[in-house]
C-alpha cells in the first residue's frame, strides 16, 4: 500500500519537509514534551490539571496560575545574567523561607510540581513548563519552551524586585537579570495580568477588610492572560492596588512608578492586545531561558508529529521468539483521527534488511493538550529471536488511500535488541526487595541494572532529591542467542512507588520502566531444550527461580528462593541450570552518583537494635552531644540531610563538614546543623541503638533517635559579637508584612556585623538577617521575640558571626 497513489508523491514530499523540521526520537526533552502536551485523555499527565480552568484555586483568594508564573519569577529573580549565575534553576526549593518568598503560594506550587520531577526532567525545566501551561490555560500566547534546565543544590543570593523597593533599585535588579528600563515596565505589565495581592503579604500596599478575602486584583479580568492591567491603566479606572489606594501614600505603588518611569510611553505601546501577547511571549521566554553559566537548553519543545511510547523487546520462553509491544501516537491536529484508516509499523531486522510483514496497531486511545490533539494506537507481535528487529518506520493510511510514511527524519524509529528488560522475570516483593532480569545478546558485555530512586530532604524542602545506583547484573543463564543476567536492590520506605530502573551494556540501554507495576512474583523463562542433567521435567528451568519441580518449598517467597539458590549448594536443586547457579556472584556496586550515594548490597541485614549493652559512641574530632529526638514533620537539624544505604559515623562527618552538629538516624540517614535547638529532648543513649548502614559496628540513631555529635574543631562557634556602644538585645521574627526595622536597609554578600553597625551608625537600633541584610531603625517593630537559636546563619561576610537567618533579624540596641 505504501507509496500506492503516484499522483500523491507531491503531497508526500511536503509531509516529508515537514518531517525534516519536526523533532527526532529520541530526545531528551521526550518526557517533558508529555508534561507539555498530554493534558487530558489516555496517557494523561495532568499536569494542566492544577491551572485549569484559569481560576483554578489552591485556596480562598488564591489563583494557582498567577502563583506558578510568579514562583517562575521568584526563581529566576536572583538570577545575575552578568556573571552568569543562578536565574531559572529551581533554587527557589532552599530559599522558601528567604522574607524575599513570603506567603503559602511557593510551597504549594513546588509541591504540585514534584511529582513530576524525574532523572529526565529537571524541577527547573518543569517550572519553566509551568509558565507555559499556566500562560495558555489562562488564555495567553503559546509561550516557548526549551528543556535542559539544570536544578541548582542550594539557594541563591537574594534580590527578588518588592513592591516597596524604588525605581533606582528596579532598575538595577530588572538589569542584573537582564531587562532593560523599558522591557522592565513591559515585563511587569506582563507578571501582573493574573493574580493580586494579599492584605496579610502586603500590608503597606492593602488596608485590611477592603477587599474579598483580604484579596486585591490587578485587574478586572485576574483570570484572563490579557491587557486589562494595561488599558485599565492607562483609562484611569484601574484599581490595581500597586497603582492606587493605600500604597499612593507610602510610595510602594509599584506598578504607578514602574510605568510612569518613561512617561508611559512603553506601557501606551502595549494597549494593542496583540502587540501585548507577542511582548508578553518574549518577556516570559526570556524570563525561562536565564540559566548558570554551564547549562545549555535544547531546542525549543514542538509537538512529534509520530511518538512511540513504552517500545518493549521482551523474549519469550524457549528464546526463539521476542515479544514486541508499544504504542504509536500520531498527532491528528492537522491529520483527523477519522482520517486514518490504518497505523502500521514497517519495520527492518536486526541486519538491516526489510522484513517482509509490517506490523498493525489498532486505537487504544486519544489525547489532548491546549492545541494539539492525538491518538494513540497499540501494537504487539512477535518476531523472530534471530532475525529480530532494529528499526521501523510508521505508515499512516488514510480513508482517502493516501499514505504518509514518517522515518523519524530518516533515521527511523531505533529498537536495540541488545540488552532488553525481561518485566515477566522481574519483581519486586513486599518487603521492598526488587530482582530485575535482563536479557543481552550474545557478544553483549555484561549489563548494568541502573535504579533512580527519590529521597525527600530535610524540612523545608519540599522537592525531593533522586539518587542513581548503578548495579553490575550476574549472570544467569543462557536462552538461544541470549543471555539472562540479574540483579537486586532494596528500597527503603516508599522509594519504590517512584522509582524508575533501566538495564544499560555498552552503548545499549532498556530505560524508564516503573517499579511499582512489577508484580510481586519472578516468573521463570524456559530454555527450549533440556539441560545434561537429570531431570523429572524435560524442559529445565533455566530460571532465576528454580521452578516448582525443585526440592525447595514453592510455597516461599520468590526471594527466599532466590537467597537459596544463592547460597545453597547444588544439592538442594534438581535441575542442572538452577545447580550452574548456585555460585553466582553477587551483585556488586559499581557507582553510585547523587548527593544520595546508595548501595544495595551493603544493606544491614535488618534494622533490628544491637544488644541492649549500648556503647557511648564516639568519634574523633567531635564529642558525643547525646541521643535526642526528631520528626518528620519538625526536623530537629535542618540545615543539610541525605539518606544513605553507605550511612556512618565518618560519611556523615564528611557530609556535614563546616557544621557545628552532625546527627545520625534510623541507621541511614544523616543531617546537620549549627545549633541544637531546645525541642530536641534529650533520651537514653540506649535508644540510638541502631547499626550504622554503612559501618556496622557503629550506632546511628532509631525511629526518630537521632546520635549527635558536636565538632571540636569548628572554633571558635559563630556568635553574636560585642559591637562597642551597643547590646546586642536578642533574634526577633522579621518579614515583609511585619518590618522589625525599616527606617534604611543594606544589602551585602560581604555582610558583617560591624558593617551593619557602621551604616546604621545614628540610628537607635540595627539588626542583621538571612545571612546578608542589614537594617536599621529608631523605633523596634511588632514583632516577637523567638529562641536565640533561631538566629543562627553566618554572616556572609563573616563566618564566624552570626546574622540572623530567613524570616528572623539579630537585633542590636545602643547603650
Ligand atoms: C531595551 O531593549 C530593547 C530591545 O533591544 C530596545 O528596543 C529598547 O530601546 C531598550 N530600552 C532601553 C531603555 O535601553
Ligand atoms: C501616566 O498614566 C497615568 C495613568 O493614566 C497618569 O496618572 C500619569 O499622569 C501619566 N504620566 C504622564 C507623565 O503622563
Ligand atoms: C506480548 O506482550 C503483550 C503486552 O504486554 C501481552 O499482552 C502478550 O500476552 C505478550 N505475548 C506473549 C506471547 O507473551
Ligand atoms: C549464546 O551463548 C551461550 C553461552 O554463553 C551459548 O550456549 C549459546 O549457544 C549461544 N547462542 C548462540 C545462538 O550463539
Ligand atoms: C510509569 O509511571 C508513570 C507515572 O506514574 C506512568 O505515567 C506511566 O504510564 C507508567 N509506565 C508504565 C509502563 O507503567
Ligand atoms: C522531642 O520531645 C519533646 C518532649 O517530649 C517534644 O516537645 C519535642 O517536640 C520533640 N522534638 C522533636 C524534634 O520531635
Given at each position: 500500500?505504501?507509496?500506492?497513489?503516484?499522483?500523491?508523491?507531491?503531497?508526500?514530499?511536503?509531509?516529508?519537509?515537514?518531517?525534516?523540521?519536526?523533532?527526532?526520537?529520541?530526545?531528551?526533552?521526550?518526557?517533558?514534551?508529555?508534561?507539555?502536551?498530554?493534558?487530558?485523555?489516555?496517557?494523561?499527565?495532568?499536569?494542566?490539571?492544577?491551572?485549569?480552568?484559569?481560576?483554578?484555586?489552591?485556596?480562598?483568594?488564591?489563583?494557582?496560575?498567577?502563583?506558578?508564573?510568579?514562583?517562575?519569577?521568584?526563581?529566576?529573580?536572583?538570577?545575575?545574567?552578568?556573571?552568569?549565575?543562578?536565574?531559572l534553576?529551581?533554587?527557589?526549593?532552599?530559599?522558601?523561607?528567604?522574607?524575599?518568598?513570603?506567603?503559602s503560594?511557593?510551597?504549594?506550587t513546588?509541591?504540585?510540581?514534584?511529582?513530576?520531577?524525574?532523572s529526565?526532567?529537571s524541577?527547573?525545566?518543569?517550572?519553566?513548563?509551568g509558565?507555559?501551561?499556566?500562560?495558555?490555560?489562562?488564555?495567553?500566547?503559546?509561550i516557548?519552551?526549551?528543556?535542559?534546565?539544570?536544578?541548582?543544590?542550594?539557594?541563591?543570593?537574594?534580590?527578588?524586585?518588592l513592591?516597596?523597593?524604588?525605581?533606582?533599585?528596579?532598575?538595577?535588579?530588572?538589569?542584573?537579570?537582564?531587562?532593560?528600563?523599558?522591557?522592565?515596565?513591559?515585563?511587569?505589565?506582563?507578571?501582573?495580568s493574573?493574580?493580586?495581592?494579599h492584605?496579610?503579604?502586603?500590608?503597606?500596599?492593602?488596608?485590611?477588610?477592603v477587599?474579598?478575602?483580604?484579596?486585591?486584583?490587578?485587574?478586572?479580568?485576574?483570570?484572563?492572560?490579557?491587557?486589562?492591567?494595561?488599558?485599565?491603566?492607562?483609562?484611569?479606572?484601574?484599581?490595581?492596588?500597586?497603582?492606587?489606594?493605600?500604597?499612593?501614600?507610602?510610595?510602594?505603588?509599584?506598578d504607578?512608578?514602574?510605568?510612569?518611569?518613561?512617561?508611559?510611553?512603553?506601557?501606551?505601546?502595549?494597549?494593542?492586545?496583540?502587540?501585548?501577547?507577542?511582548?508578553?511571549?518574549?518577556?516570559?521566554?526570556?524570563?525561562?531561558?536565564?540559566?548558570?553559566?554551564?547549562?545549555?537548553?535544547t531546542?525549543?519543545?514542538?509537538?512529534?508529529?509520530?511518538k512511540?511510547?513504552?517500545?518493549?523487546?521482551?523474549?519469550?520462553?524457549?528464546?526463539?521468539?521476542?515479544?514486541?509491544t508499544?504504542?504509536?501516537?500520531v498527532?491528528?491536529?492537522?491529520?483527523?483521527?477519522?482520517?486514518?484508516?490504518?497505523?502500521?509499523?514497517v519495520?527492518?531486522?536486526?541486519?538491516?534488511?526489510?522484513?517482509?510483514?509490517?506490523?498493525?496497531a489498532t486505537i487504544?486511545?486519544?489525547?489532548?493538550?491546549?492545541?494539539?490533539?492525538?491518538?494513540?494506537?497499540?501494537?504487539?507481535?512477535?518476531?523472530?529471536?534471530?532475525?529480530?528487529?532494529?528499526?521501523?518506520?510508521?505508515?499512516?493510511?488514510?480513508?482517502?488511500?493516501?499514505?504518509?510514511?514518517?522515518?523519524?527524519?530518516?533515521?527511523?524509529?531505533?529498537?536495540?535488541?541488545?540488552?532488553?528488560?525481561?518485566a515477566?522475570?522481574?519483581?519486586?516483593?513486599?518487603?521492598?526487595?526488587?530482582?530485575?532480569?535482563?536479557?543481552?545478546?550474545?557478544?553483549?558485555?555484561?549489563?548494568?541494572?541502573?535504579?533512580?530512586?527519590?529521597?525527600?530532604?530535610?524540612?523545608?524542602?519540599?522537592?525531593?532529591?533522586?539518587?542513581?545506583?548503578?548495579?553490575?547484573?550476574?549472570?544467569?543463564?543462557?536462552?538461544?542467542?541470549?543471555?539472562?543476567?540479574?540483579?537486586?536492590?532494596?528500597?527503603?520506605?516508599?522509594?519504590?512507588?517512584?522509582?524508575?530502573?533501566?538495564?544499560?551494556a555498552?552503548?545499549?540501554?532498556?530505560?524508564?520502566?516503573?517499579?511499582?507495576?512489577?508484580?510481586?512474583?519472578?516468573?521463570?523463562l524456559?530454555?527450549?531444550?533440556?539441560?545434561?542433567?537429570?531431570?523429572?521435567?524435560?524442559v529445565?528451568?533455566?530460571?532465576?527461580?528454580?521452578?516448582a519441580?525443585?526440592?525447595?518449598?514453592?510455597?516461599?517467597?520468590?526471594?527466599?528462593?532466590?537467597?537459596?539458590?544463592?547460597?545453597?549448594?547444588?544439592?538442594?536443586?534438581?535441575?542442572?541450570?538452577?545447580?550452574?547457579?548456585?555460585?553466582?556472584?553477587?551483585?556488586?556496586?559499581?557507582?553510585?552518583?547523587?548527593?544520595?550515594?546508595?548501595?544495595?548490597?551493603?544493606?544491614p541485614?535488618?534494622?533490628?537494635?544491637?544488644s541492649?549493652?549500648?556503647?557511648?559512641?564516639?568519634?574523633?574530632?567531635?564529642?558525643?552531644?547525646?541521643c535526642v529526638?526528631?520528626?518528620?514533620?519538625?526536623?530537629?537539624?535542618?540545615?543539610?540531610?541525605?539518606?544513605?544505604?553507605?550511612?556512618s559515623?565518618?560519611?556523615?562527618?564528611?557530609?556535614?563538614?563546616?557544621?557545628?552538629?552532625?546527627?545520625?538516624?534510623?541507621?541511614?540517614?544523616?543531617?546537620?546543623g549549627?545549633?541544637?535547638?531546645?525541642?530536641?529532648?534529650?533520651?537514653?543513649?540506649?535508644?540510638?541503638?541502631?547499626?550504622?548502614?554503612g559501618?556496622?559496628?557503629?550506632?546511628c540513631?532509631?525511629?526518630y533517635?537521632?546520635?549527635?555529635?558536636?565538632?571540636?574543631?569548628?572554633?571558635?562557634?559563630?556568635?553574636?559579637?560585642?559591637?562597642?556602644?551597643?547590646?546586642?538585645s536578642?533574634?526577633?521574627?522579621?518579614n515583609?508584612?511585619?518590618?522589625?526595622?525599616?527606617?534604611?536597609?543594606?544589602?551585602?554578600h560581604?555582610?558583617?556585623?560591624?558593617?551593619?553597625?557602621?551604616?546604621?551608625?545614628?540610628?537607635?537600633?540595627?539588626?542583621?538577617?538571612?545571612?546578608?541584610?542589614?537594617?536599621?531603625?529608631?523605633?523596634?517593630?511588632q514583632?516577637?521575640?523567638?529562641?536565640?537559636?533561631?538566629?543562627?546563619?553566618?554572616?556572609?561576610?563573616?563566618?564566624?558571626?552570626?546574622?540572623?537567618?530567613?524570616?528572623?533579624?539579630?537585633?542590636?540596641?545602643?547603650?
Amino acid at each position: 500500500m505504501i507509496g500506492r497513489n503516484s499522483a500523491l508523491v507531491g503531497l508526500l514530499l511536503a509531509c516529508q519537509q515537514y518531517a525534516t523540521a519536526a523533532p527526532t526520537w529520541p530526545a531528551s526533552t521526550d518526557d517533558l514534551e508529555d508534561i507539555m502536551l498530554l493534558n487530558s485523555g489516555y496517557r494523561a499527565r495532568g499536569f494542566a490539571t492544577a491551572v485549569t480552568p484559569c481560576s483554578a484555586a489552591p485556596g480562598p483568594g488564591r489563583i494557582a496560575a498567577a502563583e506558578w508564573i510568579r514562583a517562575a519569577f521568584h526563581d529566576m529573580a536572583t538570577g545575575n545574567t552578568y556573571q552568569k549565575t543562578g536565574g531559572l534553576d529551581a533554587s527557589l526549593m532552599f530559599e522558601i523561607k528567604s522574607s524575599e518568598n513570603i506567603g503559602s503560594a511557593f510551597q504549594t506550587t513546588l509541591t504540585t510540581y514534584a511529582p513530576f520531577l524525574s532523572s529526565r526532567t529537571s524541577m527547573a525545566d518543569i517550572i519553566s513548563m509551568g509558565v507555559y501551561t499556566a500562560t495558555r490555560s489562562c488564555g495567553g500566547p503559546v509561550i516557548p519552551v526549551r528543556g535542559g534546565h539544570v536544578d541548582a543544590t542550594q539557594g541563591g543570593s537574594i534580590g527578588v524586585p518588592l513592591p516597596q523597593n524604588p525605581i533606582s533599585i528596579f532598575k538595577t535588579q530588572f538589569d542584573r537579570f537582564g531587562y532593560n528600563a523599558t522591557e522592565m515596565i513591559q515585563f511587569t505589565a506582563c507578571g501582573h495580568s493574573l493574580g493580586g495581592l494579599h492584605q496579610v503579604n502586603f500590608p503597606d500596599v492593602i488596608n485590611q477588610g477592603v477587599f474579598p478575602n483580604d484579596y486585591a486584583v490587578m485587574d478586572t479580568t485576574s483570570t484572563v492572560f490579557d491587557n486589562r492591567v494595561v488599558t485599565e491603566y492607562l483609562d484611569g479606572t484601574t484599581q490595581n492596588p500597586l497603582v492606587v489606594g493605600k500604597s499612593v501614600s507610602t510610595k510602594r505603588n509599584s506598578d504607578y512608578v514602574v510605568y510612569n518611569s518613561d512617561n508611559n510611553v512603553t506601557i501606551a505601546g502595549m494597549r494593542d492586545a496583540q502587540a501585548f501577547a507577542n511582548t508578553c511571549k518574549t518577556m516570559f521566554q526570556r524570563m525561562i531561558e536565564i540559566v548558570p553559566s554551564g547549562v545549555t537548553l535544547t531546542d525549543i519543545i514542538t509537538p512529534y508529529e509520530i511518538k512511540p511510547y513504552d517500545l518493549q523487546l521482551t523474549l519469550l520462553d524457549g528464546g526463539s521468539k521476542i515479544n514486541f509491544t508499544g504504542d504509536i501516537r500520531v498527532q491528528t491536529t492537522q491529520r483527523p483521527a477519522a482520517s486514518i484508516s490504518q497505523v502500521q509499523l514497517v519495520y527492518k531486522d536486526r541486519t538491516g534488511a526489510a522484513a517482509s510483514t509490517p506490523i498493525t496497531a489498532t486505537i487504544r486511545g486519544s489525547a489532548s493538550g491546549f492545541d494539539d490533539t492525538f491518538q494513540f494506537y497499540s501494537f504487539s507481535a512477535q518476531l523472530s529471536a534471530e532475525t529480530s528487529i532494529s528499526s521501523f518506520s510508521v505508515v499512516i493510511t488514510k480513508t482517502s488511500d493516501i499514505t504518509e510514511t514518517w522515518d523519524n527524519n530518516g533515521a527511523g524509529f531505533k529498537v536495540d535488541d541488545n540488552v532488553i528488560y525481561q518485566a515477566p522475570q522481574s519483581c519486586l516483593d513486599a518487603s521492598g526487595k526488587l530482582t530485575v532480569v535482563a536479557a543481552a545478546r550474545n557478544g553483549t558485555v555484561s549489563p548494568n541494572l541502573k535504579v533512580v530512586v527519590k529521597n525527600p530532604r530535610a524540612s523545608p524542602i519540599v522537592v525531593p532529591a533522586l539518587s542513581t545506583a548503578t548495579i553490575a547484573m550476574a549472570t544467569q543463564s543462557a536462552v538461544g542467542s541470549y543471555q539472562l543476567y540479574f540483579a537486586s536492590y532494596t528500597f527503603s520506605g516508599s522509594q519504590a512507588q517512584s522509582a524508575v530502573l533501566g538495564v544499560s551494556a555498552g552503548s545499549s540501554s532498556d530505560n524508564y520502566k516503573n517499579a511499582s507495576s512489577l508484580s510481586n512474583v519472578c516468573a521463570s523463562l524456559s530454555t527450549p531444550s533440556p539441560t545434561p542433567t537429570p531431570s523429572s521435567s524435560s524442559v529445565a528451568s533455566s530460571s532465576l527461580i528454580p521452578s516448582a519441580d525443585s526440592t525447595l518449598d514453592s510455597s516461599s517467597t520468590s526471594m527466599t528462593m532466590l537467597t537459596s539458590v544463592l547460597t545453597t549448594p547444588a544439592s538442594t536443586s534438581s535441575t542442572g541450570s538452577a545447580a550452574s547457579s548456585s555460585n553466582l556472584p553477587t551483585p556488586t556496586l559499581v557507582s553510585s552518583s547523587s548527593e544520595f550515594a546508595t548501595s544495595t548490597t551493603t544493606l544491614p541485614s535488618s534494622s533490628s537494635p544491637v544488644s541492649s549493652s549500648t556503647p557511648i559512641p564516639s568519634f574523633p574530632g567531635y564529642d558525643y552531644t547525646g541521643c535526642v529526638n526528631d520528626s518528620s514533620s519538625d526536623r530537629t537539624f535542618t540545615a543539610k540531610g541525605q539518606i544513605a544505604d553507605t550511612n556512618s559515623y565518618e560519611s556523615c562527618a564528611a557530609f556535614c563538614s563546616g557544621y557545628m552538629f552532625f546527627g545520625v538516624e534510623y541507621g541511614t540517614e544523616c543531617y546537620c546543623g549549627n545549633a541544637l535547638p531546645p525541642f530536641a529532648a534529650p533520651y537514653p543513649d540506649s535508644e540510638c541503638n541502631m547499626p550504622c548502614a554503612g559501618n556496622r559496628a557503629e550506632l546511628c540513631g532509631a525511629g526518630y533517635r537521632l546520635t549527635v555529635f558536636k565538632s571540636l574543631t569548628l572554633y571558635p562557634a559563630p556568635s553574636n559579637p560585642a559591637i562597642s556602644g551597643y547590646t546586642y538585645s536578642g533574634c526577633y521574627i522579621d518579614n515583609v508584612n511585619v518590618r522589625v526595622l525599616g527606617d534604611s536597609f543594606l544589602f551585602a554578600h560581604d555582610m558583617t556585623v560591624p558593617m551593619c553597625a557602621g551604616f546604621c551608625a545614628g540610628k537607635k537600633y540595627f539588626g542583621v538577617e538571612y545571612g546578608e541584610q542589614c537594617w536599621c531603625g529608631d523605633a523596634l517593630g511588632q514583632s516577637g521575640l523567638v529562641d536565640e537559636w533561631e538566629c543562627s546563619m553566618e554572616c556572609s561576610g563573616d563566618q564566624s558571626s552570626f546574622c540572623g537567618a530567613g524570616n528572623r533579624i539579630g537585633v542590636w540596641v545602643k547603650d
